[in-house]
């Protein structure tokens, strides 16, 4: 069983920054695909940036946002550059004990185990 915590939201202005964390208990990273996903009010939740073997991110976010991974801690970060305001969301990290690759890091669907959720948002 693996338990995910996020922290690091907040209410940020446009252009600014936030570092989001994920702290993992019971398993390590070393074979895992860990993700952060999102979900704005009324709208699906979406894929954001995941890391594997490599690391992959949506398009709204590529060279804003940069995902890390620091295996001794057991914590997935996510580094939010140049936020804007249609970033606004609640932001969850995702495990799955598997390591994927490419389009498949995107479903949510193929994560076993989610945080609770970090609200972030980001003011005009």
């Known amino acids: 069983q693996v338990q995910l915590v996020e922290s690091g939201g907040g209410l940020v202005q446009a252009g600014g920054s936030l570092r989001l964390s994920c702290a993992a208990s019971?398993?390590?990273?070393?074979?895992?695909?860990m993700g952060w996903f999102r979900q704005a009010p009324g709208k699906e939740r979406e894929f954001v940036a995941a890391?594997?073997?490599?690391?992959y991110y949506a398009d709204s976010v590529k060279g804003r946002f940069t995902i890390s991974t620091d295996n001794a801690e057991n914590t997935v970060y996510l580094q939010m550059d140049s936020l804007k305001p249609e970033d606004t969301a609640v932001y969850y990290c995702?495990?799955?004990?598997?390591?994927?690759?490419?389009?498949?890091?995107?479903?949510?669907?193929?994560?076993?185990?989610w945080g609770q959720g970090t609200q972030v948002t980001v003011s005009s």
């Open positions: 995702a495990a799955r004990m598997l390591r994927m690759s490419g389009g498949l890091m995107r479903s949510p669907t193929n994560y076993d185990y």
């Open positions: 019971g398993r390590t990273f070393s074979s895992n695909t």
């Open positions: 890391i594997s073997w490599s690391t």
